[in-house]
């Protein structure tokens, strides 16, 4: 293996930074402390995390998801783009060779997230109340990820284009810390204590038959 | 776009200095653990939760999209508490608390919100909005800004006991004269509506609307109890008011006073259970939000009345005749009862009982629409065109079941309802579950002389 050039070295060093910084705000956001709560349950606030991870997820929990089923499903597939960008990434970095199945599938798959994101970006800027709800971290956000995932799945194919898309990776994990992307950490108290809220109160999970 | 607040507000924010700033913004952080923080910093301005919320869905605009009010509570945290927003303001969309934004909370939060909560469970990222708004509120609380007619609310009850400074001898003569009609309906001469019956099993408590402006929904319950033969009381001395409109103004000291009358009437009369009357926002408060505000656990239980009236129906302490109610009933979910409450099939089941043909409103339960009265809207005038606009989601829901009685288990609710049902032409009739439960009620046998004996 030859020694890492400068976009590799670029790369780690994003990476360690954007690990350092979301392990900085988990422990900055868990120092602000859990509430103790004196009223008795009504329900299981296990029950109601585990329920807000998984069914209360889907488009039948859900009313804004089942009226907007093409949002939902871009957000899906641009998740699941950036995330098989990040497979495709640890793959070259590990020498797997570009022209093998599961990079070709991988690099399918960050191209529907490229896709996917530039559509939700176009949606953004198109729609006015989505606009007017936008600030440049948005903007950013979006660009950075599409761009890291349309370079993955370039890189697949072209190898010419492995330095950029590394050069992309590091720019987008210098960014994670910073803005609306540090979600990929928040994302998880967030909907953990809205699940253990309605849990405990007896909304969450919805009886067998309740859902709408 | 910064909209002014109610006059009396806008000449108090015009007066804000440095400090008080700093005084409600310490009053925020004071107010928000890590799952606050967390929701704080998770919103990715999707905007899929925006026909989530009745006010865009009456009037689509930017200032009433649910992430829209959580940016500008989010802005500030982000300017004051977070490095990115103290670095790179411009980028994350960081802004200083300062009077603008003092302008732009009150208008979200107090404006633009019941608190309702339909957008939390329509979040896709998961963030319950409602609990960040509520230390948006505490903040402004601090620095005096609580519209005054909301606040004169609480300061009734924090004088008088009750929301609507009635006195002692005028609660006390209508509870009598409720007795009186409630022997002439039964034709029992020993029916009863008890004051101050020290160890009975339930304090009852109602809300002061209905000795004001609804006596036969409070004469409705006692005729419940009655033929369920319970053993209950009402309190002549402040705790027989349910209502809690501290809950609204999020100054959580105040909510505390309010609460203490009920837990010092539950410890006069020493009784076994508080039952809370027909009143969404009451129940959340006292059952759910009263022993946090006390800083601990009550030495007592807190139930519905609902979960009184669905026991007796199930256990057969009461009979009824649904054709007694020959009318479709639809149901109003008060979200304080339901969404945030977790009381959601109770009224159900003794209205599939009690009526005739129950319809259920598209969507209801969790997912039901607020019907705009919540959160403290009704006691804030500056709002009511905003709040009458956003009922229209409810009037519609309404007027597609058809059905010509709206029942609704809240007295808030219920005044919200009679403005839409006036407002929207819907020509229904709105009623509590215990007026539609009473009128379905075929009387049993009872002791010699028509005494009620205590289960």
Redesign the interface.
């Known amino acids: 293996m030859s020694a890492p050039g400068l976009p590799e070295l670029a790369l780690g060093a994003a990476a360690a930074w954007a690990l350092l910084a979301l392990a900085l705000?988990a422990l900055r956001?868990?120092?602000?402390?859990?509430?103790t709560?004196?009223?008795?349950p009504?329900?299981d606030a296990a029950a109601g995390a585990r329920y807000?991870f998984t069914k209360?997820m889907l488009p039948q929990?859900?009313?804004?998801?089942r009226?907007?089923l093409l949002?939902?499903a871009a957000?899906v597939v641009f998740h699941t783009g950036v995330f098989a960008a990040f497979g495709l990434l640890a793959a070259s970095l590990a020498g797997v060779a570009p022209g093998s199945a599961p990079v070709r599938i991988g690099g399918a798959v960050a191209v529907a997230g490229a896709l996917a994101g530039l559509g939700l970006l176009g949606k953004r800027v198109a729609?006015?109340?989505?606009r007017?709800?936008?600030?440049?971290?948005?903007y950013?956000a979006n660009l950075l990820t599409t761009s890291f995932a349309t370079l993955a799945a370039v890189a697949t194919f072209l190898p010419a284009a492995r330095e950029a898309w590394l050069v992309a990776g590091a720019a987008l994990l210098l960014y994670v810390?910073?803005?609306?992307i540090?979600?990929c950490l928040?994302?998880f108290?967030?909907?953990?204590?809205?699940?253990r809220?309605?849990g405990r109160?007896?909304?969450f999970p919805?009886?067998a038959g309740?859902e709408? | 776009m910064t909209v002014p607040a109610p006059a009396a507000l806008e000449s108090r924010i015009a007066a804000l200095t440095d400090a008080d700033l700093a005084r409600g913004f310490d009053a925020f952080r004071s107010k928000l653990s890590a799952a606050e923080v967390s929701y704080l910093g998770a919103c990715v301005r999707c905007g899929l939760c925006a026909e989530s919320c009745h006010y865009f869905k009456a009037s689509p605009e930017l200032e009433n999209v649910p992430a829209r009010k959580l940016d500008h509570v989010a802005a500030a945290f982000r300017r004051h508490a977070t490095t990115a927003g103290r670095l790179l303001p411009g980028l994350v969309g960081a802004r200083s608390f300062d009077r603008e934004m003092v302008r732009a909370w009150v208008d979200a939060v107090f404006g633009r919100c019941s608190l309702c909560g339909r957008c939390s469970i329509n979040c896709t990222v998961g963030i319950a909005l409602p609990r960040v708004f509520r230390a948006a509120r505490a903040a402004l609380a601090s620095m005096g800004l609580v519209p005054d007619d909301l606040q004169a609310t609480v300061d009734n009850s924090l004088a008088h006991g009750n929301n609507m400074a009635i006195t002692k001898a005028d609660w006390v003569e209508t509870v009598q004269w409720l007795e009186e009609e409630l022997q002439a309906e039964t034709g029992d001469p020993e029916a009863r509506i008890p004051l101050d019956k020290k160890g009975a099993k339930y304090l009852f408590t109602v809300n002061p609307r209905e000795p004001k402006f609804f006596p036969l929904s409070l004469q409705a319950s006692a005729k419940v109890f009655w033929a369920a033969k319970e053993d209950w009381t009402l309190s002549s001395d402040p705790g027989w008011d349910l209502t809690n409109y501290g809950l609204f103004s999020c100054n959580d000291e105040q909510a505390g006073a309010i609460t203490r009358n009920l837990v010092d009437a539950m410890e006069r009369l020493e009784c076994e259970t508080l039952v809370i009357g027909e009143c969404g926002h009451g129940y959340g408060a006292a059952r759910w939000e009263g022993p946090e505000w006390l800083r601990g656990s009550y030495p007592f239980p807190v139930r519905s009345v609902l979960e009184l009236m669905d026991e007796y129906l199930a256990t057969g302490r009461i009979a009824v005749d649904p054709s007694r109610n020959p009318k479709a009933v639809t149901l109003h979910d008060p979200c304080n009862l339901v969404r945030h409450g977790g009381v959601r099939e109770p009224q159900r089941r003794v209205l599939r009982r009690a009526a005739s043909t129950f319809v259920e409103m598209a969507p209801h339960g969790e997912e039901s629409f607020c019907c705009g009265g919540g959160g403290g809207q009704l006691a804030m005038a500056a709002y009511k065109d905003r709040r009458i606009a956003s009922g229209g989601v409810k009037a519609k829901q309404i007027r597609e079941t058809g059905a010509p009685v709206v029942v609704a288990p809240c007295h808030n609710c219920i005044d919200q309802l009679m403005e839409l049902n006036k407002e929207y032409k819907l020509g229904v009739q709105i009623r509590t579950v215990a007026e539609v439960l009473a009128d379905a009620i075929v009387p049993g046998p009872r002791e010699e002389g028509g005494a009620c004996p205590r289960p």
């Open positions: 705000l956001t868990r120092a602000w402390g859990r509430r709560l004196h009223a008795p009504a329900g807000a209360g929990a859900k009313e804004s998801v009226t907007h949002s939902y957000g729609s006015p109340v989505l007017g709800l936008s600030s440049p971290d948005d950013v810390p910073v803005g609306k540090r979600h928040l994302f108290p967030a909907r953990y204590e809205l699940g809220f309605l109160r007896g909304t919805p009886a309740r709408a």
